[in-house]
């Protein structure tokens, strides 16, 4: 079994160094040399003493959460199963708060692991960033080579414990029920294109259309910030360039308020004129006028689910679990106007 010395060998560094970024020191350590000493940990399969590192590390009560924003409904209702759970298992948590910023989250990543927590949940949407994804993967390696545990919500490219929101499927739900209601005149108020989560809701109800032979033309998806303002500025542009539009479709419940409120200030009837769909079902959903059409998601199962598996005991192979997305249909959505 190879030892520390066997990893500062072969990385070519001083034992201190290589123990350094093995536990996850705050002390300084050289980009090249962190590299080589991942690569020797991986070549050697060196696996670190967890008695030994139990004693240095009084801080693994301490689980870390990055969040995208915890202010966000959808992540607060993340964060409170996340937090039962912790709390459960006499864990205080830190939530990081990356507002969708990549180099945020790897500074977080980076600061938990230098905390020597016992466990990371990265809660928000993974990205189509493939440099990104590899800077992440390297850091969260280097977490695990430490004892670390990792587990994600939504779709990251990290090979470990995961929990998945049925995203594809809910997409799937909404268009398919637009098209029974007789809506094939659709647009769509749409997230930020690098978000995994909006290219999965989006592949569902594009998928729905098309075998309902009305496939989503590409000019009648807009792109905006994923809250209120950038729900109604989408809209806006989309109502704009086809007045003929009966449903909007935003993929989530923040950008489709937004949607209402852009609607109602133009004095356009909704579901008369046209109807309003959105995607997650915040407690919101229920209370706007008129009450919104949305994708119920269970988002305190599925945080609760993430830390249940970060803090349980580890697996010899990844784990990844779908929790269902169900249709919830409100007074937003009507039948397509003739």
Same mark, same amino acid.
């Given at each position: ?25 705050? /002390? ?110 390297? /850091? ?199």
């Amino acid at each position: 079994m190879a030892t520390l010395a066997d990893v500062a060998r072969r990385a070519g560094v001083s034992p201190a160094t290589a123990s350094r970024v093995i536990n996850g020191s705050s /002390k300084p350590v050289a980009d090249e040399l962190r590299e080589r000493v991942l690569r020797a940990v991986a070549d050697l399969r060196y696996v670190p003493n967890a008695h030994a590192q139990l004693l240095a590390r009084p801080q693994r009560s301490v689980v870390g959460v990055v969040v995208h924003d915890v202010s966000d409904p959808y992540f607060a209702e993340l964060t409170r199963g996340l937090q039962r759970v912790a709390t459960d298992h006499g864990r205080l948590v830190i939530i990081c708060n990356s507002y969708r910023d990549p180099e945020r989250e790897l500074e977080y990543v980076e600061l938990l692991r230098a905390q020597q927590v016992a466990a990371i949940v990265l809660a928000g949407s993974g990205y189509h960033d493939a440099t990104f994804t590899a800077r992440l993967a390297e /850091k969260l390696a280097a977490y695990e080579a430490t004892g670390g545990r990792v587990a994600v919500v939504g779709r990251h490219e990290h090979p470990g414990d995961a929990v998945m929101p049925a995203n594809t499927d809910g997409g799937r739900l909404l268009g398919a029920e637009l098209l029974r209601r007789g809506h094939t005149r659709i647009g769509v108020v749409a997230g930020p294109q690098v978000l995994t989560t909006i290219t999965d809701r989006l592949d569902g109800l594009r998928a729905a259309l098309a075998e309902g032979g009305h496939p989503l033309p590409a000019e009648r998806v807009r792109y905006a910030d994923f809250d209120r303002d950038g729900g109604a500025r989408a809209a806006g542009e989309l109502l704009d360039a086809f007045p003929g539009l009966t449903a909007l479709v935003a993929l989530n419940d923040s950008m489709a308020v937004g949607a209402l409120t852009l609607l109602r200030a133009r004095g356009v009837p909704v579901p008369g004129q046209v109807s309003v769909v959105g995607f997650d079902d915040m407690p919101v959903a229920a209370d706007v006028t008129p009450a919104l059409t949305t994708v119920r998601l269970p988002l305190v199962e599925l945080g609760a689910r993430a830390m249940t598996l970060a803090l349980g005991p580890a697996a010899d192979r990844s784990r990844v679990e779908v929790l269902p997305a169900t249709l919830v249909v409100r007074d937003s959505l009507g039948p397509a106007p003739a």
